[in-house]
Each structure stands twice: as structure tokens, then as C-alpha cells.
């Protein structure tokens, strides 16, 4: 004679108590999401103007492209020191400085042409893809936006708004930007805002934002 299964049933009570447990876990859980979500996407745009736009709401392979142009700011700078001029492409190309000399950037971002526009108290490196769709036929993945990094000459009384000037910090020459449109264009000149370009700033750029007011 076989011997008899013993069979363990929870009692009703407890399950019911341990599936009301497990769904009050999923709900704290998924308000945290959300609320790490909402922090995420509302707090950093909460204090910047119209025409500015936050370095982590970059998409693909912009924020690389992003962290050159500011990263050679300051070698630009360093050149201007020692020459007495703003350093053209060529020059920069020959310095091996990213994104100018493409072959230190990935294969989508190589097909992007400088070209150095010189103003009165400020320089500008404008950016744009040659040929989008050449570069999509040969398999590449090359990114649509135009660039702009501007670098100002606060000693200069003619150069363009708005900049930041450190709380006018007379120690500090120069300060520089990035500016993006989300397409292909023609050098915009001075004016970016009024053509509808944004200035990508991170966490230090806003918080010197903040303080100045400008």
C-alpha cells in the first residue's frame, strides 16, 4: 500500500496577504520610476531661457561631438595667445584637435566641414554635414545637425549676446559656446538666437547662468 501525499496548502489569509504585499512593492517601485523620471526630465529645463537646451537631452552621437567642441575651446584659446589670431581649420587640423582633424571622431561624424568666421570681439567654427545622403548609401550613420562654437572676447567691446561673463570677473578674458540646429544650415551669423539655434549647456554653464542673470 502506497504511503499517503502530504499535501501543505496556504491558508487563504496568507496568500492573499503575501500577493497584497507583492503588489505593494510593484507600486512603490513603479512611483520611484516615475518620480525618478519626472526629476529627470523637469528639473534640469526648470530655470533655462527659450533658447537655451541641457547637454543631457542630446540624442546619438551629439553629445561626442558636443564634449569636442568644448574640450578645444580652450586650445583654440591657447593658440589665439600665442599667434595673435584666431587659429583657422587648416591650423587646427595640423594640431590634431578633434572634431577638426575627423579621423580621431567615429565614421558618422567624419563628414562634417569647418569653416572659421572671425567677428569683431568673437570667433565662430561652423559645422554641418557635407552629404547626408552619400554618406547614408556608403552605410554610415551621419548625424543631421548643424554646429556652432563660438568663443568671445570679453576685453572686446563688440562681441554678441547672450553670453555669459562669469559675474563679470575681470580676470576672465574669454568664455566660450555651442550652439546646434537640429538640421542642416547655412552659417547663421551673429544672430542665433532670432534663427532659432540653442545653446547647449551643462551644469556648470547653468550655474554661472543663474548667477550672473543675464
Same mark, same amino acid.
Given at each position: 500500500?502506497?504511503?499517503?501525499?502530504?499535501? %501543505?496548502?496556504?491558508?487563504?489569509? !496568507?496568500?492573499?496577504?503575501?500577493? @497584497? /504585499?507583492? *503588489? #505593494?512593492?510593484?507600486? =512603490?517601485?513603479? $512611483?520611484?520610476?516615475?518620480?525618478?523620471?519626472?526629476?529627470?526630465?523637469?528639473?534640469?529645463?526648470?530655470?533655462?531661457?527659450?533658447?537655451?537646451?541641457?547637454? %543631457?537631452?542630446?540624442?546619438?552621437? !551629439?553629445?561626442?561631438?558636443?564634449? @569636442? /567642441?568644448? *574640450? #578645444?575651446?580652450?586650445? =583654440?584659446?591657447? $593658440?589665439?595667445?600665442?599667434?595673435?589670431?584666431?587659429?583657422?581649420?587648416?591650423?587646427?587640423?595640423?594640431?590634431?584637435?578633434?572634431?577638426?582633424?575627423?579621423?580621431?571622431?567615429?565614421?558618422?561624424?567624419?563628414?562634417?566641414?569647418?569653416?572659421?568666421?572671425? *567677428?569683431?570681439?568673437?570667433?565662430?567654427?561652423?559645422?554641418?554635414?557635407?552629404?547626408?545622403?552619400?554618406?547614408?548609401?556608403?552605410?554610415?550613420?551621419?548625424?543631421?545637425?548643424?554646429?556652432?562654437?563660438?568663443?568671445?572676447?570679453?576685453?572686446?567691446?563688440?562681441?554678441?549676446?547672450?553670453?555669459?561673463?562669469?559675474?563679470?570677473?575681470?580676470?576672465?578674458?574669454?568664455?566660450?559656446?555651442?550652439?546646434?540646429?537640429?538640421?542642416?544650415?547655412?552659417?547663421?551669423?551673429?544672430?542665433?538666437?532670432?534663427?532659432?539655434?540653442?545653446?547647449?549647456?551643462?551644469?556648470?554653464?547653468?550655474?554661472?547662468?543663474?548667477?550672473?542673470?543675464?
Amino acid at each position: 500500500m502506497d504511503k499517503p501525499k502530504e499535501v %501543505i496548502v496556504a491558508p487563504l489569509a !496568507a496568500r492573499r496577504e503575501a500577493l @497584497a /504585499l507583492c *503588489g #505593494v512593492i510593484a507600486l =512603490i517601485m513603479l $512611483l520611484m520610476a516615475g518620480r525618478f523620471s519626472a526629476i529627470r526630465i523637469t528639473a534640469p529645463v526648470k530655470s533655462l531661457k527659450s533658447f537655451q537646451q541641457k547637454d %543631457i537631452f542630446l540624442k546619438n552621437q !551629439a553629445p561626442l561631438l558636443y564634449r @569636442a /567642441l568644448r *574640450g #578645444v575651446a580652450g586650445d =583654440i584659446i591657447d $593658440l589665439r595667445e600665442e599667434t595673435g589670431q584666431w587659429p583657422d581649420i587648416t591650423l587646427l587640423q595640423s594640431e590634431a584637435l578633434p572634431p577638426f582633424a575627423a579621423e580621431f571622431l567615429p565614421a558618422g561624424l567624419r563628414g562634417y566641414v569647418w569653416t572659421c568666421h572671425v *567677428g569683431k570681439g568673437w570667433v565662430d567654427y561652423f559645422g554641418v554635414y557635407g552629404d547626408v545622403e552619400a554618406a547614408k548609401k556608403r552605410g554610415l550613420d551621419p548625424m543631421d545637425n548643424s554646429f556652432l562654437l563660438r568663443i568671445i572676447d570679453l576685453n572686446r567691446e563688440e562681441h554678441p549676446h547672450p553670453h555669459l561673463d562669469q559675474d563679470n570677473d575681470k580676470g576672465i578674458r574669454f568664455t566660450s559656446q555651442v550652439w546646434m540646429y537640429p538640421a542642416g544650415r547655412t552659417y547663421p551669423g551673429e544672430n542665433v538666437v532670432q534663427k532659432g539655434w540653442k545653446w547647449i549647456v551643462d551644469a556648470t554653464d547653468q550655474k554661472i547662468y543663474e548667477k550672473t542673470g543675464e
